[in-house]
């Protein structure tokens, strides 16, 4: 049964620093994906990761996937208050849509 | 471009009842997935359906069941509500079913009495 574990789970951070959240997963795959959550709010795609070694950027996010390792980072850089959010790695072993979700990092950005 | 739409938005119910839940895709998105969201549990895949055909369907029990028209709407049914059925209930869409973002919509909160 593939696992999905994020880490931290809660990061309070300071304006103006860089901090990173960790998905590591138990079964190899090469589809994973990052997505944000505002309270009471619905999920909002940030990255699709398809390939062994993958990087994207946006603003001030930046996320990697190594599929050897199991692993993706989500690297958050000079944070701002308006990260503040919760933020979910996802996987996709069997295809067909079928994500296995982390418990997701809730992020508090404070000046 | 409109975005994924659930309705409605809340709801509550008795346990012991059914509720139907509805979502229409982006336009041109064929695929459409259910996801339940709790604080315990987390996110958790329900369903998916492509095409009319469901593809993939999760470890939930057959209460919970779901189903797609040929204009790529879907409704999900929950008989025999339970009080642990409350949740945010989650669909969502994608023009393909693999490598591609899915688009969340806002969800339907259901709260059972």
Redesign the interface.
């Known amino acids: 049964e593939l696992k999905v574990e994020q880490n931290p789970l809660f990061l309070s951070m300071q304006e103006g620093k860089n901090y990173t959240i960790y998905c590591n997963y138990s079964t190899t795959s090469d589809r994973l994906y990052w997505y944000r959550q505002d309270p009471g709010k619905s999920l909002e795609s940030l990255f699709v990761l398809l390939s062994n070694g993958a990087v994207k950027q946006e603003g001030r996010l930046m996320a990697s996937l190594d599929t050897k390792a199991r692993l993706s980072t989500l690297h958050i850089t000079a944070a701002v208050h308006d990260l503040s959010a919760t933020y979910f790695c996802a996987v996709d072993i069997l295809g067909g849509n079928k994500l296995v979700f982390g418990a997701g990092t809730i992020l508090r950005v404070k000046s | 471009k409109a975005g994924v739409t659930q309705t409605p938005r809340y709801l509550i119910k008795t346990r012991g009842q059914q509720v139907t839940l509805s979502c229409s895709p982006i336009s041109g998105h064929r ?1 459409v ?1 259910w ?1 339940q969201q709790t604080p315990g549990q ?4 329900l369903f ?1 359906y ?1 095409s009319e055909t469901q ?2 369907k ?1 470890n939930f029990p057959g209460r919970f069941s779901g189903r797609q028209f040929s204009n790529s709407r879907s409704e999900m049914n929950v008989s025999t509500l339970e009080l642990g059925d409350s949740a945010l209930y ?1 669909c ?1 869409s ?1 023009f393909k ?11 339907t909160r259901l709260t059972v009495t």
């Open positions: 695929s997935s996801y987390g996110l958790q895949f998916e492509f593809r993939n999760g989650l969502a994608s079913t693999d490598n591609s973002p899915l688009h969340f919509g806002n969800g």
